[in-house]
C-alpha cells in the first residue's frame, strides 16, 4: 500500500483513467501496453501488493485472485489466497527472480491521495515503493506500476484503510482485471504478428 501517490520511485509521467469512465478497461489495456517491452521476449510478471485483511489494502488480492485463471502467458504472484504483503515481499521478489530469467515487472498495489483523485487508476513506468507511507523498508517494485486510488490520505490512515468501501475496491480491481487480460490478448497477437512476419522474411529470403 502507498499512502500517497506522490511515493512513485521516479517522476515519470503516468496515465490515468476514472474507473466508471465508459470503456476504462480498454483505455487501461491500451496505457499498460504502451509500457509494456517491445522485444517480446521477456518473461512478464504481474506482482499483485496488499493483504485480504484491509479492505483498502486488498485491490491486489483481488486483482491477483480475478486474473490467475485467465492470463495464459503473463505470471502472476499475489492472490486472496496467497497475498503479496510487507511479510513475504522480499522472498517473493527473490523466488521470481530465480524462477524467471530477467523478468519484466507489472506491479500492482492501492493507494491514498487526494479527494478528487478517488477511483483513479494510474498506469506508469517504473517501479513503486511499497510500505513507504508507513515507515516500512521495503523493496522497490516492478519495471512498470498500475494503482489504484481507494480513499483519500492524510488523516488516520490506517481508519481510513479499514473503512474503504469494499463496493469501489472490488469495481477498480474488475477494471485493471479486465485490462490486463486484453492487454495480454493484445500482446500475443503483436507477437504472433511479428513471428508471422518473420517467418514470411525467411521464406522469401530462401526461395
Known sequence: MNLKTGLFQSDNKFDRVYYEEQQAAQILSNQIIDNLPKLFIKPIVIVCIGTDRSTGDCLGPLVGFNIQSELSHFHVYGTLKDPVHAVNLEETLEFIKE?????????????????????????????????????????????????GIVNVSGFME??????????????MADIISKGLIEAEKQYLEKRLSI?????????????
Not at 490506517?158 to 469495481?171: A, D, E, P
Open 99 to 147: 524462477k524467471h530469467r530477467n523478468p519484466f515487472i507489472i506491479a500492482i498495489d492501492a493507494c491514498l491521495g487526494r479527494l478528487k483523485s478517488v477511483g483513479y487508476v494510474q498506469v506508469a513506468e517504473g517501479s513503486i515503493k511499497p510500505g513507504a507511507g508507513v515507515n516500512k523498508e521495503l523493496p522497490a517494485v516492478g519495471n512498470m506500476h498500475i494503482t
Open 158 to 171: 490506517f481508519f481510513v484503510l479499514q473503512n474503504t468501501r469494499l463496493h469501489l475496491v472490488m469495481s
Open 195 to 207: 513471428r508471422r512476419d518473420w517467418l514470411s522474411d525467411q521464406d522469401s529470403a530462401i526461395n
